[in-house]
């Protein structure tokens, strides 16, 4: 009798459960779980404009490409941000916590010395970084698969200098920062001008100077034929450059180093004056001609915003994260995501953009250009050169 009953129960839930309306029936499948990426790069600190610049050119990327979702195949991309203000310590802890929270990729970050510290990490916990404006030749090589980057090499920087002349027993000198930016730059100017027959006189400055006037001194005292600048220090740099240009060195050795933000075109362009500098660039606004540039433009127009140097680096990272995503969630597997990339060739804000297969750089245009003064005394930049599929 007792069995009887089981069974007449047994009938009856199971008849409730058939008899369950569809719409409050459990779902199939549940949609995929998130997708986290960490975001290291400086928002404070003498690297602070280049991070807000590459932030920025992130976040509207990811929004851009994914149609407003921040959803690619149906998991949401949930970014989360680290400042390292340009402290290598503070970027290591912050890639450690992250990796160990669950996030699948980590990008950022504008300090050379930063991304060279990262880049093992990211190999010895099997995460793919995609580095950002920091331009060390180093941070990118063909024995780190786990490493891409979104902005150039140093070694790039030098490809709008091909047509610079003369340069045989001519003395270059290499003014920069004593960091790894700096060296990365001695080690590119040396490796691209070399062969061409140049000769070399470094001056490294400790990034602690205040006082630029011995080094500007030494500058002049060296009577180089070029004096190439490498500096990324925004909140000394005007100081370092009214220094060299008070010592008379640009009335000796002619200046060649790069456009920097938008923000410096005023002072950079007052201290040039009548120098006839070589700038070199890796990005300035109005270049690029492509619906992605002219939506970037129309969307930072609207909303106040200016383009900043870095601002294509954010958003190439923006195409390279949804690349490495691309079937590729539910579940997310690292080596598909390297797959995805090595090779991926895009149309970026600043047109042709190719992932080299071998050291995960991007090969993409440079550009000389120029700085002139307007009517109104400011100063504007204009394009001198393309130089198309730069390689590094």
Known sequence: MKNGKLKRVGIALLSIAVATPIGLAAPASSAPADIKVGVITSTSGPLKSYGDAYTDGLEWGLKYFTKGTMKVNGAKIVLTKKDDGGVPDSAIASFKELVGSGHSII??????????????????????????????????????????????????????????????????????????????????????????????????????????????????????????????????????????????????????????????????????????????????????????????????????????????????????????????????????AITNLEGFSFIGIKGQTTVDKTKHYLIQPMYLAALNKAADGSYKPSLVKTIFNVKA
């Open 107 to 336: 990008a950022g970050t504008a300090s050379s010395a930063i991304a060279l510290g990262l880049a093992p990490l990211a190999q010895q916990n099997k995460t793919l970084y995609i580095s950002g404006p920091a331009k060390n030749d180093g941070i990118t090589t063909a024995a780190n698969k786990y490493v891409f980057r979104s902005g150039n090499t140093s070694l790039q920087d030098f490809a709008p200098l091909a047509g610079l002349r003369p340069m045989k027993g001519q003395k270059v000198l290499l003014f920069v920062e004593d960091n790894a930016f700096g060296l990365g730059n001695i080690a590119a100017a040396k490796a691209y001008l070399t062969p061409q027959g140049a000769t070399f006189e470094e001056i490294k400055v400790p990034m602690t100077t205040t006082e630029f006037t011995p080094f500007a001194k030494q500058a002049a005292d060296a009577k180089a034929r070029y004096i190439f600048i490498a500096w990324s220090n925004t909140l000394n740099s005007a100081a370092m450059f009214t220094s060299l240009r008070q010592q008379g060195v640009f009335q000796i050795s002619r200046p060649v180093t790069g456009l920097a933000d938008v923000a410096t075109y005023n002072v950079m362009g007052t201290i040039f004056e009548g120098a006839n500098a070589v700038l070199t660039s890796s990005y300035f606004p109005g270049v690029g001609k492509s619906a992605i540039a002219s939506a970037l433009a129309s969307d930072y127009a609207a909303s106040g915003k200016k383009e900043g140097l870095f601002t294509p680096d954010g958003v190439n990272a923006a195409q390279l994260i949804i690349r490495a995503l691309k079937s590729n969630v539910a579940p997310y597997n690292v080596d598909k």
